[in-house]
């Protein structure tokens, strides 16, 4: 163990002890399968949104790595249908299936390496997951590094750009090497109700004494504002005997999920049933939505409301199906 922290450790055990969030369902488990998943999708998500909505039913439908790998990709995105990002169901779902062919070849169970490295090497495991999975799942001496953490970090070092390099840097130096997942548990919890973005509380926080940010804490680090832009695009619902044509999305963006055609213009004999907004991380999107009742089938695949239901779409191809229900 780092000396200079040796105090530092015992407060921040001493605190988590009392404090901790210790009935999170990925904490009480030592099935790396599970950590891992809780993991992915806690990812640009909000644990209440993953604990009240998608992590035991999608346990539920893939228990295990092998479940997982062996099932449709359209079965995943279907199950992943809200939480966004569907790249992250996409690679968990490749990574499955490699660790399950990897298995298969070698007659075992499909499994997680508990090398950082060789986790980095599976789809959609980059640094972050990869240091997290080796510290819940296996115990390593490493820390983990996610928003909450950083901001701590960033505080304790008076940071206000950050550097990606020196702050993993000092997460090294200071990671409590001989209990490193109540270290790190505590660390993100601390960062989730004491260290805030606005309003911390110092007064409450295990790390007072060392953090040289705390006479105004919210000077570290700087926010860098981005000005979101906005996306407008026609969107054409093709119709016939009462069903909808969907195509299943083959590019990098919503790969794998089905969708509604967007045109450069719709068609003349096209009625605009009205406009749909969506806001996604990087962008707003603004579809006009068009209706064209054809006589005769063109498209390949054609489907009923409820069959839809059964799709995985994305969220605004939902509201556009909404938007097209108001308009019959």
């Known amino acids: 163990m780092n000396d200079n922290f040796t105090h530092t450790h015992q ?34 998500t909000q644990v209440k949104t993953v604990l009240e909505r998608f992590y035991f039913p999608f346990l539920e439908k893939f228990p295990t790595l092998e479940a997982l790998g062996s099932a449709p990709l359209d079965d995943v995105l279907k199950m992943w249908e809200g939480l966004g990002y569907y790249n992250r169901a996409k690679n968990l779902h490749k990574t499955a299936q490699i660790l399950l ?43 983990v590094m996610e928003a909450n953490v950083r901001r701590i970090l960033c505080r304790i070092h008076t940071i206000e750009k950050v550097n990606d390099n020196k702050v993993w840097e000092l ?57 979101v832009p906005t996306r407008e695009e026609h969107v054409l619902l093709y119709c016939y005997d009462d069903k909808l044509a969907l195509t299943q999305r083959s590019g990098n963006f919503l790969h794998g999920l089905w969708g509604f055609e967007s045109v450069e213009s719709p068609l003349c004999a096209a009625e605009y049933i009205g406009e749909v907004t969506h806001a996604y991380t990087h962008f707003k999107l603004i579809c006009h939505v068009h209706v064209y009742h054809e006589s005769d089938p063109s498209q390949a695949h054609y489907f009923t409301i409820g069959e839809i239901d059964r799709l995985a779409i994305s969220k605004v191809d939902k509201k556009i199906v909404k938007r097209y229900l108001r308009s019959v």
């Not at 980095?120 to 115990?139: Q, R, S, W, Y």
């Open 101 to 143: 062919s990897e298995g298969q070849a070698q007659g075992t169970a499909p499994t997680l390496p508990e090398n950082i490295d060789d986790l980095i090497k599976l789809p959609g495991i980059g640094k972050n997951t990869a240091h997290a999975v080796a510290a819940f799942a296996f115990h390593q001496p490493v820390p």
């Open 171 to 227: 997460a090294y130096k200071m990671v409590d090497k001989e209990y490193p997942f109540d270290y790190n548990q505590a660390m993100m919890d601390i960062g989730a109700n004491i260290c805030l973005p606005k309003k911390p509380l110092c007064h409450e926080c295990p790390l007072n004494d060392i953090c040289k940010g705390k006479a105004e804490p919210e000077r570290y680090p700087t926010k860098v504002r981005k000005k």
């Open 11 to 44: 407060k921040i055990r001493q605190w988590y002890a009392h404090n901790g969030r210790h009935n999170l369902p990925w904490r009480t488990t030592g099935d790396p399968y599970r950590i891992y998943l809780s993991e992915v999708m806690l990812q640009q």
